[in-house]
């Protein structure tokens, strides 16, 4: 399994199953009380594209919450969703992914 894991912003992501055509992360964000837990789907066409495969799918995820929690408190942010769909609410998301390094 799969971890990307930096205490330094609160957001953990691990992988919890893995498919033919992607992956499934249980993201935790926070601590203690203040703990949410969200599980995220991946598609590998999906993280290619948006990726050309040069960071892990895991750090993407990571990413991707680090930008959500930009937009919105954690408490919002839906507790099950596809990467795919992060685009449909916010139009700059993968551009901003694409810029990472």
Known sequence: MAEFD???DGIRATEV???????TFLVEVGQGD????YFVDVD???WTRLTV???EPAEL????????LEKEQKEVIMKKFN???VAGHFPNYENE???MP
């Open 61 to 68: 995820v990571k990413a991707t919450f680090r930008f959500l």
């Open 97 to 99: 992914m694409r810029r």
């Open 34 to 37: 203040s703990l949410i837990e």
């Open 44 to 46: 590998k066409d999906y």
């Open 6 to 8: 930096e205490d330094s």
């Open 83 to 85: 990467l795919a769909d």
């Open 17 to 23: 199953s893995q498919r033919e055509d992607g992956w």
């Open 53 to 55: 495969r040069r960071i």
